[in-house]
């Protein structure tokens, strides 16, 4: 009997979850922030939704001198910390019986031995059957390490049916170059189709609502286009500085760090065409097409703008500027905030800029896409009273509060026709006892179920290298990012960017 | 904003409705559906707050409607609250006297334009919800059998006899991960199911409907046991190999048990009516699942099914999966009652 024709399941029957067949997870990096606030509560809040398998093994990897029951309880404290749903006793102990630590180092042969001994150990008391997903919360300079050590102890391939994933984080490489490597590491062992390479920024959820909020409608397509768009500004903001990722973050700067992966996806979901099915590879396919046929500016120095947090205040917090930072030295040019305008060659978007900005320790933490629309070809009012009508536009709201907003003109009330732009909001619904997944269980969950829609795949990942690289070499040999007080919203060269087009930031 | 009217119409509520959003900054925006719990004095209170609850995953238009005494002349009076920790409105009306009889009148204009209804009994329901005037509004109608305070044991059978699609249940609804984990176990371990046994408290509405549901996908037969409870605890498929169980003796973990291998606690804590109705209000189509599940359950006449419990066991193997199949195929080609069984397909597995 196949699995197909098991007779409990009905494609009718949507109301069931899906839950992962028997499998185990093997984290690489416990000892890690993301581990303990991310990816263990997520685990936890999978297993509490009740969608891992009852069998669920998740193996520690590290250099601690632990045995299972410390990992245990450092599992136990980071679930307790900061899982999303209630603490279950009873959720715990179906965990807790599936934790394994192998304390080892990646040069060490012997620790990959005592980790297939491990697996193969699950597989027989947890009934795992072989599929087991190696989650790398490592540095990618690891990457040809702990991959290579994988494939020598023969950790890569499962018998028969069984299957054997990896996912990587971001960042995938630091350039082209770097990022050809890492995937030639990766792609010597695990076929494309068991690379899982996440993003947490873009969480599947927000792109399922792009989606659908494009294609799902008939009344924004018609006007999705250079006819009626004048613009679009992409902008991921943060309001804290680096904190604690100095060493990460010293030489990648704001570019590397989001917009060769966030930024960029974003703009291909808003911008690409229709794909022909939701199918992982139809929509890598237009997403691919729209990066493909990115320009970039001639003139770097006019389009693309750049800059570096000076001490100030930030929402009511005196902080410090980057350059004092822990780690950083005082003459680093790395930038904190960086703005770009693209061109999309296409017949949708010609001439139709896309702006893109992100910055840390800026006026407030907010991810938005807005699509600024043109304005009336005429206006039948007289001048003073149209004076305060800005453009339409449409916001899709990612973070904090996801949503779309609608900006229109409409009558100040009174016998004066005084026309104003006013809002129109939309919120998704969201916070729930149990049921609004975060990120990470979403990206977990596809990773044990095998499904890989909306994870980039190498050739996008290149080709996002390929539009960022010629400018942060450009920005690399031009000295010093311009400075910008804290809790603003970026250098002064970038609003002189946008000027020289004609337009302005949005305030998000 | 919390806004109190006596003895006021219809027309009133909804001007107070839309001062209050106006008032309150109108958080209201996107409510996606109007959700009606039918209730009374006595229960009011945690239905509500049920309601409210999920209104943070669904944001809604609540109307709690409370049918007070016959006695005394028509009166209406009505609580209507915007914000205070809800997404949505929330309008709480109690009727007296002769309205009591027309509850529609005073909701049919509180409704949201052009978006669906769901109504919910939280405790007592009409047995026949698709024909009471307010269940005629809605596209989805909730009863809950478990909570009924009347006649609890036949209650789901007798209102099965009148299913029609946007009907559901939540003994219906409490039985998702018990039938996810069961799938999950025939996933893992692909077997011939020759029987099946579900053991729960005595007259349990949800073990009445697994055992429907069972009995429909695996055709089998499925014995009905009865226990202390709480709730249902146990579910098991036999075959050859050995059983594919669910053994929860105390309404938190169950024992995962798969032919062969040792068997393993998993988390299956009962869950609360809020979490149920979220289940509900995420798809507002037909449940063709349910219905089938139901149907079974329809023919299936008043304890005949424990009878079943008693079929010696040489006649539990091969005659028998003929003789439910022929059973099946009874209801497949009877008249049933929705009307909309000629669209389904004729075989489901």
């Known amino acids: ?508 | 904003m919390l806004i109190d009217l006596t003895d006021t119409n219809a027309s009133k509520v909804s001007a107070a409705l839309l001062q209050a959003r106006l008032r309150a900054g109108s958080p209201t925006m996107g409510m996606v559906l109007t959700f009606v719990v039918v209730t009374d004095e006595a229960n009011h209170e945690q239905a509500m707050a049920d309601a409210r609850t999920v209104s943070t995953e669904h944001p809604s238009r609540i109307l709690g409607v409370i049918r007070g005494a016959r006695r005394g002349r028509p009166r209406l009076d009505a609580e209507v609250s915007v914000g205070q920790g809800a997404s949505g409105e929330t309008v709480l009306l109690r009727l007296s006297g002769e309205l009591v009889d027309h509850a529609v009148s005073v909701v049919t204009p509180l409704l949201l334009p052009d978006s669906p209804v769901v109504v919910w009994w939280p405790t007592d329901a009409p047995q026949d919800p698709a024909s009471d005037p307010l269940g005629q509004l809605a596209l989805r109608r909730i009863t809950d059998a478990a909570a009924a305070t009347r006649s609890r044991t036949e209650i789901l059978r007798r209102r099965s006899r009148h299913y029609r699609p946007g009907d559901t249940d939540l003994a219906w609804t409490r039985l998702t991960p018990w039938r996810a984990l069961l799938a999950a176990g025939l996933d893992q371990h692909p077997v011939r199911i020759t029987g099946a046994t579900v053991e729960a408290t005595h007259g349990n509405a949800s073990a009445d409907l697994m055992a429907a549901w069972l009995r429909c996908r695996l055709r089998v037969d499925v014995e009905l046991r009865t226990s202390d409870g709480p709730g249902i605890t146990k579910v098991a498929l036999h075959s050859r190999h050995g059983d594919i169980a669910l053994h929860r003796p105390d309404g938190r973990l169950a024992d995962f048990t798969i032919p062969g291998e040792a068997d393993r606690p998993v988390a299956l804590q009962r869950r609360e009516v809020a979490e149920l109705l979220a289940e509900e209000l995420r798809r507002l189509d037909n449940d063709d699942v349910y219905q089938d599940a139901v149907q079974v359950l329809a023919m299936s006449g008043r304890g005949s099914k424990r009878k079943s419990a008693q079929v010696p066991p040489s006649e539990s193997t091969a005659p028998t999966s003929v003789r439910v199949a022929k059973q099946t195929s009874t209801r497949r080609s009877s008249k049933a009652p929705t009307g909309k069984d000629s669209t389904r397909k004729a075989t489901s597995s």
């Open chain 1, 1 to 508: 009997m196949s699995l197909g024709s098991n007779p409990l399941r009905d494609p009718q029957d949507r109301r069931m979850p899906r839950i992962a067949g028997p499998c185990g997870l093997v984290l690489f990096g416990v000892t890690g922030d993301l581990a303990r606030k991310k990816l263990m509560p997520a685990v936890y809040d999978l297993a509490n939704r009740g969608l891992l398998p009852p069998g669920f093994a998740l193996v520690g990897f590290a250099r601690r001198d632990w045995d299972d029951e410390d990992f245990a309880q450092v599992v136990h404290d980071a679930v307790k910390e900061h899982s999303r749903t209630p603490f279950r006793e009873e959720t715990w102990r179906q965990l807790s019986e599936g934790f394994r630590f192998v304390r080892g180092q990646f040069d060490d042969g012997a620790s990959f031995d005592r980790l297939r001994e491990t697996v193969e150990e699950l597989d027989e008391a947890r009934g795992t059957s072989g599929n087991h997903a190696f989650y790398l919360s490592i540095p990618p300079e690891s990457f040809p390490a702990v991959v290579g050590q994988l494939k020598d102890h023969g950790l890569t391939a499962g018998n028969g049916a069984a299957w054997r994933r990896v996912v990587i984080e971001k960042p995938f490489g630091h350039d082209l170059a770097s990022a050809r490597a890492l995937n030639n590491v990766v792609s010597e062992v695990f076929p494309a189709e068991s690379v899982f390479r996440i993003d947490h920024y873009l969480g599947k959820e927000t792109v399922q609502n792009i989606l659908a909020f494009r294609f799902a409608n008939a009344m924004f397509e018609p006007v999705w286009n250079s006819n009626y768009v004048d613009h679009v500004q992409i902008t991921m903001a943060e309001d804290i500085g680096i904190g604690g990722r100095a060493g990460y973050y010293d030489g990648i700067g704001a570019a590397r760090d989001v917009v060769q992966n966030h930024l960029l996806q974003l703009m291909a979901l808003i911008a690409m065409e229709d794909p022909a099915s939701f199918e992982a590879r139809n929509l890598r396919l237009e997403k691919e097409k729209v990066l493909s046929s990115v320009r970039i500016p001639d003139r770097l120095d006019l389009h693309t703008a750049r800059g570096q947090y000076c001490a100030g205040w930030q929402g009511g917090q005196k902080v410090i500027g980057y350059l004092d930072e822990d780690d950083i030295s005082d003459a680093s040019n790395t930038e904190t905030y960086a703005a770009i305008r693209l061109d999309i060659e296409n017949r949708r978007w010609a001439g139709v800029p896309f702006y893109l900005r992100t910055g840390t320790r800026l006026g407030r933490r907010v991810t938005e896409v807005a699509v600024v629309f043109k304005r009336a070809p005429h206006l039948p009012f007289s001048q003073t009273s149209t004076e305060e009508l800005g453009s339409n536009a449409l916001v899709m709201r990612i973070q904090p509060d996801e949503g779309v907003t609608l900006r229109f003109g409409a009558k100040v009330p009174g016998t004066a026709m005084e026309l104003r732009d006013v809002n129109m909001d939309f919120a998704y619904g969201g916070a729930f006892v149990e049921s609004s997944p975060e990120a990470y269980e979403r990206l977990i969950l596809d990773v044990l179920l095998g499904d890989p829609p909306l994870f980039p795949r190498h050739q996008e990942v290149e080709l996002s290298w390929k539009i960022l690289d010629p400018i942060v070499d450009w920005w690399s040999t031009n000295g010093q990012p311009e400075g910008y007080s804290s809790g603003s919203w970026g250098p002064p060269s970038a609003d002189e960017m946008l000027a020289r087009d004609g337009r302005v930031w949005r305030r998000p």
